[in-house]
Structure formats: structure tokens, C-alpha cells
């Protein structure tokens, strides 16, 4: 008996660290949520990020539209049946329910949180299709995770559900390539050998938002509880295409 209790201690000791999060929006199904950033430091000013921001739904969208998927491929594979064709990341139906959640909560978001996204379509009573990730804007770049993309979750009998808890995180290996259009827009990250042996290599798309048409207004609004300064123009002197520096601690308007 002491035994037993000892193995069930020792194993929750083991678990991966709860998040601490709020929900934006939330059904049976489906939730965006914003997720504390345990990277961002309160004696380290610049690991925060520029939230809460003003952006529209329909400029929300737009980005999604941008990214592309396609099945990876392997060399022998691609010599024998050619490379997979590329498609839409997100369906329309998707992005009609992403987009208006993700703008909220980009507009709610403190500098040390992330949005967090998850959509789920049950297959049956014990598997479900998965598509999840997160996003958050450091200066005017937007850093956007795909972690899962139509992957089969198999709802384990016991324990923890992974893919609801953790939605940034693979739940599998990824067996899609991802791009996003304009390619102009996309920032080549850069990282070395240490990050890759010690697994700190970023799985983001980061998108410079300054080089994205814009379709609608996008502002900065001032952080609640963090003196760090927004590198930004101020929209007074020379606006930026996207981005512009708020004055209240509302979302200013343009």
C-alpha cells in the first residue's frame, strides 16, 4: 500500500508542470486561452512582450490564410512520387472561429502571456483530430506556432489529457512542412548547434507585421504593469503600416 501511494507521488512529480491560464473562449470542443510565458522574466524587462494589441478579425484572418501546409516528403519519396501539394493551413471554418477569439485575446494579453489555440473534431468516443498551437508579438513581429495540424489523438483511458493541456506542444512528430505568404514577410530565425543538442530551437513562424498590406487598424496599447518601451514609431510622427504605439492603458483607436 505505502508502496503503491509512493509510485503515484513519484509520478505526478514527474508530469510536466501545470500552465497557469484564462479563457478567452471555450466549448466542448474548442478554446483560446491565454497562457502564462514562463520564458518572460519580471527582473528582465526586455523578455516581455508587446501586449495587449489592438488587431481586427479580419486582419487576424488574413494572416491565417496566409499559411500554406504540405506532407513532408523524404529524398526517395520525392524522386518517386514527387513533392506532396501545398494547401491551406486552416480551414474556412477555422479561421471564422479563430480569428475574432485570437484579436480578443491579443487585446487582453498581458506582456507575460501567450494565446494559446485548440480545435478538436471527435472521431470517436476515444480519438479525436487535433489543430493547435499559439502565438505572441515581440516588438512589431508576430511569433506563430502550428504544434499540431490535423493529427489523431488517441484520448488515453487514465492520466493526463496532453493535447488539451499543452496545446503549443507536438503530440506527435510533425509530418508537415509550413510556410506563410508573403514569404517578404517571414524573418529567418537563427539558431546554432548548442540550441539544437540542448533542444532550445524555437518551432515558430515569426512574421514582420510592418511588412504585411494592412487591411485594417492595428495598434499598441500601453502595458498595465511593465515599464518596458515598445520599439515602435509613434503614429504621431510617422505611422507604421501595421503597428502603432498606444497612449492609455485601453486599446487606443486610430
Given at each position: 500500500?505505502?508502496?503503491?501511494?509512493?509510485?503515484?507521488v513519484?509520478?505526478?512529480?514527474?508530469?510536466?508542470?501545470?500552465?497557469?491560464?484564462?479563457?478567452?473562449?471555450?466549448?466542448?470542443?474548442?478554446?483560446?486561452?491565454?497562457?502564462?510565458?514562463s520564458?518572460?522574466?519580471?527582473?528582465w524587462?526586455?523578455?516581455?512582450?508587446?501586449?495587449?494589441?489592438?488587431?481586427s478579425a479580419?486582419?487576424?484572418?488574413?494572416?491565417?490564410?496566409?499559411?500554406?501546409?504540405?506532407?513532408?516528403r523524404?529524398?526517395?519519396?520525392i524522386?518517386?512520387?514527387?513533392?506532396?501539394p501545398?494547401?491551406?493551413?486552416?480551414r474556412?471554418?477555422?479561421?471564422?472561429?479563430?480569428?475574432?477569439r485570437?484579436?480578443?485575446?491579443?487585446?487582453q494579453?498581458?506582456?507575460?502571456?501567450?494565446?494559446?489555440?485548440?480545435?478538436?473534431?471527435?472521431?470517436?468516443?476515444?480519438?479525436?483530430?487535433?489543430t493547435?498551437?499559439?502565438?505572441?508579438?515581440?516588438?512589431?513581429?508576430?511569433?506563430?506556432?502550428?504544434?499540431?495540424?490535423?493529427?489523431?489523438?488517441?484520448i488515453?483511458?487514465?492520466?493526463?489529457?496532453?493535447?488539451?493541456r499543452?496545446?503549443?506542444?507536438?503530440?506527435?512528430?510533425?509530418?508537415?512542412?509550413?510556410?506563410?505568404?508573403?514569404?517578404?514577410?517571414?524573418?529567418?530565425?537563427e539558431?546554432?548547434?548548442?540550441?539544437?543538442?540542448?533542444?532550445r530551437?524555437?518551432?515558430?513562424?515569426?512574421?514582420?507585421?510592418?511588412?504585411?498590406?494592412?487591411?485594417?487598424?492595428v495598434?499598441?496599447?500601453t502595458?498595465e504593469?511593465?515599464?518596458y518601451?515598445?520599439?515602435?514609431?509613434?503614429?504621431?510622427?510617422?505611422?507604421s503600416?501595421?503597428?502603432?504605439?498606444?497612449?492609455?492603458?485601453?486599446?487606443?483607436?486610430?
Amino acid at each position: 500500500m505505502v508502496a503503491s501511494l509512493f509510485l503515484v507521488v513519484l509520478l505526478a512529480a514527474c508530469a510536466l508542470p501545470h500552465v497557469p491560464s484564462r479563457a478567452i473562449y471555450e466549448d466542448p470542443v474548442n478554446f483560446v486561452r491565454l497562457e502564462l510565458d514562463s520564458t518572460v522574466l519580471p527582473e528582465w524587462p526586455p523578455s516581455a512582450h508587446n501586449h495587449p494589441l489592438v488587431i481586427s478579425a479580419e486582419e487576424v484572418a488574413g494572416i491565417l490564410r496566409g499559411f500554406q501546409v504540405r506532407e513532408h516528403r523524404i529524398g526517395v519519396q520525392i524522386k518517386i512520387v514527387g513533392e506532396a501539394p501545398w494547401e491551406p493551413a486552416f480551414r474556412e471554418d477555422e479561421i471564422a472561429l479563430l480569428a475574432p477569439r485570437l484579436s480578443d485575446a491579443l487585446a487582453q494579453a498581458k506582456p507575460d502571456e501567450r494565446v494559446a489555440y485548440y480545435l478538436s473534431r471527435p472521431q470517436t468516443s476515444i480519438k479525436r483530430e487535433i489543430t493547435s498551437g499559439g502565438l505572441y508579438i515581440k516588438d512589431h513581429y508576430l511569433h506563430f506556432i502550428l504544434g499540431n495540424r490535423r493529427i489523431i489523438y488517441g484520448i488515453p483511458a487514465y492520466g493526463m489529457v496532453y493535447d488539451r493541456r499543452y496545446p503549443m506542444m507536438p503530440t506527435a512528430a510533425k509530418g508537415f512542412d509550413l510556410v506563410f505568404a508573403p514569404a517578404e514577410a517571414v524573418v529567418e530565425q537563427e539558431g546554432g548547434i548548442l540550441d539544437y543538442l540542448l533542444g532550445r530551437e524555437k518551432d515558430e513562424t515569426v512574421i514582420d507585421l510592418q511588412k504585411l498590406r494592412p487591411v485594417s487598424p492595428v495598434t499598441q496599447s500601453t502595458p498595465e504593469f511593465t515599464p518596458y518601451p515598445v520599439i515602435m514609431k509613434n503614429r504621431e510622427t510617422r505611422p507604421s503600416p501595421l503597428i502603432g504605439r498606444g497612449r492609455q492603458k485601453v486599446p487606443a483607436q486610430l
